[in-house]
């Protein structure tokens, strides 16, 4: 709702109504909250819009890592981006300068074209598009952001006790669609007992220690390589008891 009396807004500002604008493009705006129709022209506009670059740092860890891997194939990604880390951090100035020199070339060259696509552009289908790069950041956003922190080693989050039972349990269920499966693993914990429950809770506990001391090592890192807008908020301590799913 926001998303559309913003693109109203936007309308507006131009000194045009929804309609008028929308008229030689194929767009329905009928009012602040009605349905904007979005022409496929849009989607091969917003296709042909080059990627953002790589920070210095990400260049030089992806030209790295698979230099990592070839050498170390049994290393973990966090291990291996560990001691990138530790290269990129001792890598004498001049030479970070050759990463850091790319990354401003390849950020001027794409807003120049970010400007060229745009100049192309009439004010009806840059409203449109807005809309469109906004409705693909949102559905993207979240797949980008995790593909980068798998790249960084990032920890994965641990696992509640119920997870760690539908995890054991799910391979082992008998035959069926995954539906079928997936409720009958579920039956079977709501019906575990409570001493049966706690090998479970316990190992959940486990797994939130490893998380703490493999996040806060991660965090290190990444203060060091300049990445402070991947540390989290508040910081997260191991508790001693958690409620369980039940």
């Given at each position: 709702m926001a998303l559309l009396r913003g693109v109203w807004g936007v309308l507006s500002t131009l000194g045009k109504s929804g309609a008028a604008l929308c008229a030689d493009c194929g767009s329905r705006l009928r009012s602040p909250f009605s349905f904007v129709y979005v022409p496929r022209w849009f989607s091969s506009t917003l296709s042909s819009y080059p990627k953002k670059p790589m920070?210095?740092?990400?260049?030089?860890?992806?030209?790295?890592?698979?230099?990592?891997k070839a050498q170390n194939p049994d290393a973990k990604n966090s291990e291996l981006i560990k001691k990138i880390a530790e290269i990129w951090r001792e890598l004498p100035d001049a030479e970070k300068k050759?990463?850091?020199?790319?990354?401003?070339?390849?950020?001027?060259?794409?807003?120049?074209e970010i400007n060229r696509i745009q100049e192309q552009?009439?004010?009806?289908?840059?409203?449109s598009l807005e809309k469109e790069i906004m409705q693909k950041r949102l559905k993207k956003k979240a797949i980008i952001k995790?593909?980068?922190?798998?790249?960084?080693?990032?920890?994965?989050?641990?696992?509640?006790?119920?997870?760690?039972?539908?995890?054991?349990?799910?391979?082992?269920?008998?035959?069926?669609?995954?539906?079928?499966?997936l409720k009958a693993v579920n039956e079977s914990w709501k019906n575990l007992s409570s001493s049966q429950k706690q090998v479970y809770i316990q190992l959940a506990e486990d797994d939130k220690i490893r998380?703490?001391?493999?996040?806060?090592?991660?965090?290190?890192?990444?203060?060091?390589?300049?990445?402070?807008?991947?540390?989290r908020r508040k910081m997260m301590k191991p508790q001693a008891k958690s409620t369980e799913k039940s």
């Open positions: 920070t210095s740092y990400v260049r030089f860890s992806k030209e790295q890592l698979p230099i990592f050759i990463y850091e020199d790319a990354y401003k070339a390849d950020w001027q060259a794409y807003k120049e552009l009439t004010p009806s289908q840059l409203v995790k593909r980068e922190l798998t790249m960084l080693g990032k920890p994965k989050r641990p696992r509640s006790a119920y997870n760690i039972y539908i995890s054991e349990r799910f391979q082992e269920a008998k035959d069926g669609s995954s539906q079928l499966k998380y703490y001391n493999e996040i806060k090592s991660w965090e290190e890192q990444m203060v060091e390589v300049g990445r402070n807008d991947l540390l």
